[in-house]
């Protein structure tokens, strides 16, 4: 194994939550008087903290988001969550292989830790992340494409940058791995390999991941 420690994304490589969260933050932000297709969502916000959304939506139209935003947005989020939420298909599988290799690994989102804790549980994947291996981006000052996510993870994981890999599907997490000094491997299941630029490979269903880790 090259790397002493491999950090995955979690919406969209983990959780096939992208297409449920992004489908609601569209309907949501055009609801407010925003109007924003799912593409744009995508486009926009895919990988990002909630701080982008509101940040994006001040610069474009001088607005602040409603107060409760944030709530109602992750209230809507974690219901459509317990309806339809699944495990990205061959994801435990990778999972097991790390963890029969006795390679540690750990998850690095922009979601909070309720999601994340909402998401492996619905989906069963709880098991495989025990207690200390889970970040979120509110354990740092800024998320993604900032570095300090992912560097935070390391220094809590006990591992050099230089020695971790990323696992990613989104542009702006492509971005904040290369700005922490690591490798990165693309994920291609919902993003194009173009817009995933920089990263040190790519991938596009779950069975390739392992021989790229080796």
Known sequence: MRYDLVIFDNDGVLVDSEP???????AYLTEL????????SLRD????????????????????????????????VFAAFERELAAVDGVTEVLEKLRADAVPYCVASSGSHERIRIGHRTTGLDRWFREGTVFSAQDVGRGKPAPDLFLHAA????????????????????????????????????????????????????????????
């Not at 449920?20 to 569209?26: F, K």
């Open 20 to 26: 449920l969260s992004n489908t609601l933050l569209a």
């Open 33 to 40: 008087g925003h109007p924003t297709t799912y593409e744009e």
């Open 45 to 76: 916000y895919m990988g990002a903290a909630m701080h982008r959304v509101h940040d994006i939506v001040r610069e474009r139209t001088g607005q602040d988001l409603p107060a409760d935003f944030d709530d109602t947005f992750h209230a809507r």
């Open 155 to 214: 220094e809590r994981m006990g591992v050099a940058p230089e020695r971790c890999v990323v696992v990613e599907d989104s542009r702006l997490g492509v971005q904040a791995a290369l700005a922490a000094g690591m490798d990165v491997y693309g994920f291609t299941a919902m993003t194009p390999a173009a817009e995933l630029a920089g990263a040190d490979g790519h991938f596009a269903t779950m069975a390739e991941l392992p021989a790229l880790l080796a």
